[in-house]
């Protein structure tokens, strides 16, 4: 049930507490893989429980600005380059989320230089680690 690589934004499936692996993502539009090099950008990633997405204000599980890097990758998931890679920490993180369950996650690629900004949303997984 291995959601890695990814070379479509597919569910993503995580145990909490677990150490996990840096999550490559092969972003594109139109088909070509965005260079996020060129076109210099910063990232936001909101991790939202699916029962708080209709509240007011919108309560995140958490919200990831670090670890988040743009690259300008290359070919797909089965042989290339992700173009943005998400390192997640050893604390806080998805060691936050409040409990297992199904999580919207919303990555904002904001540009520096003219401040535009593109989203790509995925199906986060949250299970509990039953040990037997």
């Given at each position: 049930?291995?959601?890695?690589?990814?070379?479509?934004?597919?569910?993503?499936?995580?145990?909490?507490?677990?150490?996990?692996?840096?999550?490559?993502?092969?972003?594109?539009?139109?088909?070509?893989?965005?260079?996020?090099?060129?076109?210099?950008?910063?990232?936001?990633?909101?991790?939202?429980?699916?029962?708080?997405?209709?509240?007011?204000?919108?309560?995140?599980?958490?919200?990831?600005?670090?670890?988040?890097?743009?690259?300008t990758?290359?070919?797909?998931?089965?042989?290339?380059?992700?173009?943005?890679?998400?390192?997640?920490?050893?604390?806080?993180?998805?060691?936050?989320?409040?409990?297992?369950?199904?999580?919207?996650?919303?990555?904002?690629?904001t540009?520096?230089?003219?401040?535009?900004?593109?989203?790509?949303?995925?199906?986060?997984?949250?299970?509990?680690r039953?040990?037997?």
């Open positions: 049930m291995s959601a890695y690589p990814l070379a479509y934004l597919d569910d993503v499936t995580v145990f909490i507490g677990d150490a996990l692996p840096v999550l490559p993502i092969w972003w594109s539009e139109s088909g070509d893989l965005i260079d996020f090099v060129a076109e210099t950008s910063t990232f936001v990633l909101t991790v939202t429980a699916e029962q708080d997405l209709n509240t007011s204000p919108e309560t995140h599980a958490f919200v990831k600005t670090t670890g988040i890097t743009g690259a990758g290359s070919g797909t998931a089965d042989s290339g380059t992700p173009n943005v890679t998400i390192t997640w920490a050893n604390t806080g993180d998805l060691n936050d989320l409040p409990a297992a369950g199904d999580y919207l996650a919303t990555l904002t690629a540009t520096t230089a003219d401040s535009l900004a593109r989203t790509l949303q995925f199906k986060l997984v949250a299970r509990a039953h040990d037997s």
